[in-house]
């Protein structure tokens, strides 16, 4: 019996070893998507020229699926071992378990060797993708009078704002848009503003030829979600897909969905969340409405006074705001973007700031997936710390055109 007992034991651990080596040194054979292919060949060759650049070695790992995938690479500083081949599997299979992929991980290159089988490399290079394309989709019952879906001709070609009222796919209508909610909020706020500013400027609010502001309402084709990415990921990447991408305007939702934010933006796309813990306060879902409109022209910068992780110690883009423009409106450095010069105020300066050119062109320089465009920060940004932030390549992201080079994978809690 104990002989018995033995035998199961070995041959118990000898399958939980195949099982927990499975893949390793083993090349990749199963069919992968496109998508994965164009993907995994750009990480592959990106990464491959940074090891010969540093004179080292290269190893691959993937895991895959009919639809999704995931890799790990490694670098040796000799030649690729046993050793190297159990880490990166383990670090792939790590990966795969963080993605819930139910598959093993294999080897998919080795240095200058693509090994996965059938991965014809000039194939993948020649093919185009199908665009991530998005069509607006509405409820029978989102067709209301005096309701826009679409951005409505402009009655001048100046830069300016265009707002949208923007729902979940399954979100309550509870029509801020023809209501007159957010065009109270949006008019109150632009003459709190132009009294912040010594009743200087105003900000360019796009309206229509009968004077009344131009509100588009829009509808995701996913349902919203508090813990679901939501700036700069995928209600930018839908918004621009379907038409609000114009490079001279400014984009800002009133979504009607819970947040764990109050609200959040970047150049050219902003959100306030409506049913978050602000919404039903009135000064302070319009203060922190204009806390992220502000975001979107660029502010706090970098050379900003107090400057903190995109925030300043007081003021309106302060982690605590207050109606106040302190440290980024006229009180500004030499060199440093003064938000009284973007092109989004009225009157406008003689020499403004378009924010999508500077910070498409930080993102430019940090990411260096925007290599089809020329975008530019002016000469006269020149502020020491200004020029650090760029230098160090920190982290910066340009939503205009995203449709055109997104990667579903970025969306994946979305589409799924």
């Known amino acids: 019996m104990k002989k018995i007992f033995l035998l199961l034991f070995i041959l118990t651990c000898l ?8 893949g390793v040194n083993e090349t990749g054979s199963s069919s992968i998507s496109l998508e994965c292919k164009k993907t995994m060949l750009k990480k592959y060759q990106s990464d491959l020229s940074v090891s010969k650049s540093e ?10 699926t009919e639809n999704d995938c995931v890799w790990y690479q490694t670098w040796p500083k000799k030649e690729v071992s ?23 991980c294999f080897i998919f290159a080795v240095n200058d060797k693509i090994v ?22 509405y409820l029978e019952d989102d067709k209301k009078p005096g309701r826009f879906f679409k951005d409505q001709p402009d009655i001048n070609h100046d830069y300016q704002v265009h707002f949208i009222y923007l729902l979940g796919s399954e979100g309550k209508d509870r029509e801020w848009d023809i209501n007159g909610k957010m065009a109270e909020d949006i008019e109150a706020i632009n003459n709190k503003f132009f009294k912040m500013t010594g ?18 309402f829009v509808r995701l084709d996913a349902k919203a979600n508090s813990r679901k990415g939501w700036n700069m990921q995928y209600p930018d990447f839908f918004l621009t897909s379907i038409g609000f991408n114009n490079p001279k305007k400014t984009y800002f939702a009133f979504v009607d969905e819970k947040h764990r934010d109050g609200g959040m933006a970047g150049a050219h796309h902003g959100y306030i969340f409506l049913k978050s813990n602000i919404g039903s306060n009135n000064d302070l879902r319009r203060l922190i409405t204009l806390h992220e409109l502000v975001h979107t022209q660029g502010p706090a910068w970098a050379c900003n006074k107090t400057h903190s992780n995109g925030h300043t ?7 605590d705001p207050s109606w106040s423009l302190k440290y980024i409106y006229g009180d500004v450095e030499k060199g440093c973007p003064d938000l ?12 403004p700031y378009d924010p999508i050119q500077i910070v498409c062109a930080m993102a430019q320089n ?30 910066s992201w340009c939503t205009l055109d995203i449709h055109k080079y997104a990667d579903a994978k970025w969306f994946r809690k979305w589409l799924n």
């Open 15 to 22: 399958l939980s070893f195949n099982f927990a080596n499975a």
């Open 55 to 64: 004179g080292k070695n290269f190893l691959m790992y993937a895991s895959v």
């Open 82 to 104: 046993k050793k190297d081949h159990k880490y990166a599997f383990k670090k792939c299979t790590k990966e795969a378990k963080k993605n819930k992929l139910k598959t093993d």
């Open 116 to 137: 996965w089988k059938n991965f014809d490399k000039q194939a993948v290079l020649a093919s185009k993708d199908a665009p991530l394309e998005k069509k607006i989709s």
């Open 199 to 216: 009743n200087k400027q105003k900000w360019k609010i796009d309206r229509r030829k009968d004077g009344k502001i131009d509100i588009s």
């Open 313 to 319: 110690a007081r003021g309106v883009v302060g982690l």
């Open 340 to 351: 009284k010069d973007s092109v989004y105020m009225t009157p406008t300066v003689e020499n």
């Open 366 to 395: 940090s990411r260096g997936i925007l290599s089809d465009y020329n975008f530019s920060i002016p000469e006269k940004y020149n502020h020491k710390k200004l020029l650090k932030f760029i230098e160090k390549k920190k982290d």
